[in-house]
Antibody
């Protein structure tokens, strides 16, 4: 069974930092590109970052470029998102999802709330 | 960025009805278009990719078609479990972008 389990979501003040994690099992994580996709409360889906299977390349949406960093540890079957300079508009459920361009497997999400 | 626009934003239909959702791209995405279903409180679930390729385990009543800038998702015979919000997503070029969603209710 494929599982993606996110963690690390929390309430944080504007300007603060947070690190999200996603642990994968049930599929070949080390050969899969991975992504973070977020969903603001009551809103639609927004892709924010992608990392290749070997971590050689990463891509990010303009909305998070320079503030968020995606990384991975294939030995630990883990994906990460370092989030700095958080803004109120970053409040969302953050999903990790597998796939190079479309998203086959999704986690259940972790909630990040940015508020003073 | 490529803007994806879905219509309608919401619909209500009876079990057994044929349902069609349209997705339009602001520029051509060839046939690189995916569809997802999301139920309340849950994560999205991949239904179709590359316009018409059905993901493993997805019922054959879900049919995708189109090319270029206009695409459709058809549910040939709506079932009670088909409620939720449907999203299209272009997987042609970065940044990957989604439509705003179409909420489907069962009458």
């Amino acid at each position: 069974e494929v599982r993606l389990v996110e963690s690390g979501g929390d309430l944080v003040q504007p300007g603060g930092s947070l690190r999200l994690s996603c642990v994968a099992s049930g599929f070949s994580f080390s050969t899969s590109d991975m992504n973070w996709v977020r969903q603001a409360p009551g809103k639609g889906l927004e892709w924010i970052s992608n990392i290749s299977s070997s971590a050689i390349s990463t891509f990010s949406a303009e909305s998070v470029k320079g503030r968020f960093t995606i990384s991975r540890d294939n030995a630990k079957n883990s994906l990460y998102l370092q989030m700095n300079s958080l803004r109120v508009e970053d409040t969302a459920i953050y999903y990790c999802a597998s796939g190079a361009s479309y998203f086959r497997h999704w986690g259940q999400g972790t909630l990040v709330t940015v508020s003073s | 960025d490529i803007q994806m626009t879905q219509s309608p934003s919401a619909l209500s239909a009876n079990v057994g009805d044929k349902v069609t959702i349209t997705c339009r791209a602001s520029q051509g995405v060839r046939n690189w278009l995916a569809w997802y279903q999301q139920k309340p409180g849950g994560a999205p679930h991949l239904l179709i990719y590359k316009t018409s390729t059905l993901e493993s385990g997805v019922p054959s009543r879900f049919v995708g078609s189109g090319s270029g800038t206009e695409f459709t998702l058809t549910i040939s015979s709506l079932q009670p479990d088909d409620f939720g919000t449907y999203y299209c997503q272009q997987h042609y070029t970065y940044p990957w972008t989604f439509g705003q969603g179409t909420k489907v209710d069962i009458k």
